[in-house]
Antibody
Framework: QVQLQESGPGLVKPSETLSLTCTVS????????WSWVRQPPGKGLELIAY???????KYNPSLKSRVTISLDASKNQFSLKVNSVTAADTAVYYC???????????WGQGTLVTVSS | QSALTQPASVSGSPGQSITISCTGT?????????VSWYQQHPGKAPKLIIY???NRPSGVSDRFSASKSGNTASLTISGLQAEDEADYHC???????????FGGGTKVTVL
């Protein structure tokens, strides 16, 4: 069973860049789609972006201008960068594997990122 | 604002059955049979409990069942147990954006 683990700073200052990495174990990252999903406190889930090793990726239109997703197959990791963050970007960020039926069948434990000075 | 609409809360007594609705449009639930449901306990990551409208992953209790009709999907929990108290989120494939849209989540309370 594949396992995912997020890592990165828990506190980011406004206007700076949020950077997170997801390490995948138990299987190669060269298969499947790999995603970032976030959940603001007390709110629902929001898909940020996903990527495939073949270069196919997709961004949430509401975040596209500020977000970059990338994948490093040699390290079995994928990453997320969100530029020019504001308090509205405060959320628990999850990495997840997206299946072919648009389901997310494996999730990391999540990491809380707070945007505050 | 979420693209799929779920009730904010649903409650039931132990042993009862409850149903959570998830309403979308013809751009998502109404056209595609790619509806998923997730269970999320406080402070934990979501867990996939239903995919492809009504299929359960291995290891998920058969007390969870789901279906869809028109633009609305439904999750039913039978024989409600204390451990079922959690948030439940629906999602669907959609023809635009990131091709996946979520509901706002429903808090299930076991009385």
């Amino acid at each position: 069973q594949v396992q995912l683990q997020e890592s990165g700073p828990g506190l980011v200052k406004p206007s700076e860049t949020l950077s997170l990495t997801c390490t995948v174990s138990g299987g190669p990252i060269t298969n499947d789609y790999w995603s970032w999903v976030r959940q603001p406190p007390g709110k629902g889930l929001e898909l940020i972006a996903y990527i495939h090793h073949n270069g196919n990726n997709k961004y949430n239109p509401s975040l596209k201008s500020r977000v970059t997703i990338s994948l490093d197959a040699s390290k079995n990791q994928f990453s997320l960068k969100v530029n020019s963050v504001t308090a509205a970007d405060t959320a628990v960020y999850y990495c997840a594997r997206r299946g072919w039926s648009a389901e997310f069948d494996s999730w990391g434990q999540g990491t809380l990122v707070t945007v505050s000075s | 604002q979420s693209a799929l609409t779920q009730p904010a809360s649903v409650s039931g007594s132990p042993g009862q059955s409850i149903t959570i609705s998830c309403t979308g449009t013809s751009s998502d639930i109404g056209t595609y049979d790619y509806v998923s449901w997730y269970q999320q306990h406080p402070g934990k990551a979501p867990k996939l409990i239903i995919y492809d409208v009504g299929n359960r992953p291995s290891g998920v209790s058969d007390r969870f069942s789901a279906s869809k009709s028109g633009n609305t999907a439904s999750l039913t929990i039978s024989g409600l147990q204390a451990e079922d108290e959690a948030d439940y989120h629906c999602s669907s494939y959609t023809r635009s954006g990131t091709y996946v849209t979520f509901g706002g989540g429903t808090k299930v309370t076991v009385l």
